[in-house]
């Protein structure tokens, strides 16, 4: 309904890391059906994902007229400069998209992993999103918002591409930057 619109409403500028303290059988990487590498998994539960990932932030999401109407992401965190939901929204997006292509991860893991992150940032209705996503994120996967964009597959981890500035989501709910730049640059 909207024309010359993306689908995505945020893309990673720097890779983004999370230590899930989820083990992992080995490490793993996910590329898409161009060879393009946007997840890195290690055995120790660290998730890490690639800058360019690009995703729409909590669904659904409806474009009318050029106007977006559907799950608010929250306020800004003043701690993060991003939306409360942000680092939630995106974890858990590129897993359920990475599932369908081999991630050896259960849905309702993911859907954990969701609440967690919704949590750090103090985010106060993170019970009915989580709600929401137990409910309904089984369908929205397979009614069509991940359609196309599972195509790729699980690959040894190798050596990391995340290299550089990158962002760490704590759990303490604090986010350490670890950015490439110079003083005065900021």
Not at 15 to 22: A, E, K, L, T
Not at 26 to 50: C, H, N, P, S
Not at 162 to 178: F, M
Request: aromatic share 12%.
């Amino acid at each position: 309904m909207c024309r010359n619109a993306e689908r995505w409403l945020y893309r990673l500028e720097h890779h983004v890391s999370w230590p899930s303290g989820h083990v992992f059988e080995k490490d793993m990487a996910f590329e898409d059906k161009d060879g393009v590498r946007w997840l890195e998994i290690t055995r120790d539960g660290g998730i890490t994902v690639l800058s360019g990932y690009a995703w729409d932030g909590c669904t659904p999401k409806i474009c009318l007229f050029d106007l977006l109407f559907g799950t608010p992401d929250g306020t800004v965190d003043s701690r993060t400069g991003r939306p409360k939901t942000y680092f939630a929204s995106l974890v858990h997006d590129v897993l359920y998209q990475s599932r369908r292509s081999g991630l050896p991860l259960p849905r309702a893991t993911a859907d954990r992993f969701f609440l967690r992150l919704l949590a750090l940032t103090g985010f106060t209705p993170r019970a009915v999103y989580y709600a929401a996503v137990r409910l309904f994120g089984g369908f929205f996967r397979k009614t069509g918002k991940y359609k196309g964009t599972e195509e790729g597959r699980l690959v040894a981890l190798g050596a990391s591409l995340a290299k550089g500035g990158r962002i760490v989501v704590g759990e303490s709910g604090v986010v350490a930057t670890r950015l490439p730049w110079t003083a005065g640059s900021v």
